[in-house]
């Protein structure tokens, strides 16, 4: 059962232009949503969080959207930059006992072309 | 300071053949995560330690899987009697929280490679 899903699967962007990734969830007991930047032979590292609280969350560069009646949010990334190049993933954590884990979307690969 | 490291960073394994993949968390970090992610794909959770104890292996794909965390620091993923389908990155992650999906942080992953 995929509960987060993201798209699109692939996403080339011109530099200096905005990219958008866009998740949608289905269990509405998720109550973070971060977003997850991987480099090849790296691990996730976290780029951005939001709690369904907010509609709206930007650091730097980097915007979350969030619509909780639609159950989407999506990644915005301004004046995007070659080294923006990366594998994006939305996720979803709600509290349970397994240490709220995190439900990942199947990626988005992004390039930004100079 | 010093992240998650994860060793081998590769193997290769013969079919049937038993694997044991480390994880080095950051130290002090109470929470420890293992996932496997596919090629192409985003991670799965497989289990959940909170120091020595493992409170959640819903997500180990069978029981030739098994993980451990014996003094609540390193943890071994074990994986016998390989199959193909086993082939992925798998990754651990730490987390200073009892909450640790509110703030995990990844090691570079173990890339297992089934022949």
């Known amino acids: 059962q995929q509960q987060v899903k993201q798209s699109p699967q692939s996403l080339i962007v011109q530099k200096g232009g905005i990219s958008i990734i866009n998740c949608a969830y289905e269990?509405?007991?998720?109550?973070?949503f971060p977003w997850y930047q991987q480099f090849p032979g790296k691990g996730p590292a976290l780029l951005i969080a939001?709690?369904?609280?907010?509609s709206e969350k930007k650091e730097g560069r980097f915007t979350i959207s969030f619509n909780k009646s639609a159950k989407q949010f999506s990644l915005h990334i301004m004046d995007s930059q070659p080294g923006d190049s990366a594998t994006y993933f939305c996720?979803?954590?709600?509290?349970?006992?397994?240490?709220?884990?995190?439900?990942f979307g199947g990626g988005t690969r992004l390039m930004v072309k100079p | 300071g010093a992240g998650v490291s994860q060793s081998p960073r590769y193997k290769v394994a013969k079919r049937g053949q038993d694997v044991a993949l480390r994880c080095d968390p950051i130290s002090g970090h109470v929470s420890l995560f293992w996932y496997q992610q596919a090629l192409g794909q985003g991670p799965e959770f497989l289990t959940y330690f909170q120091n020595e104890a493992q409170l959640d292996k819903s997500g180990l794909p069978s029981d030739r899987f098994f993980a451990e965390r014996p003094e609540g620091s390193v943890s071994t993923l074990k994986i016998q009697r390989t199959q193909q389908e086993d082939s992925a990155v798998y990754l651990c992650?730490?987390?200073?929280?009892?909450?640790?999906?509110?703030?995990?942080?990844f090691g570079p992953g173990t890339r297992l490679t089934v022949t």
């Open positions: 996720a979803a954590s709600m509290q349970d006992n397994a240490g709220n884990m995190l439900t």
């Open positions: 939001i709690r369904p609280d907010v």
């Open positions: 992650a730490s987390s200073p929280l009892v909450a640790g999906g509110y703030e995990q942080y």
């Open positions: 269990n509405t007991a998720f109550d973070y």
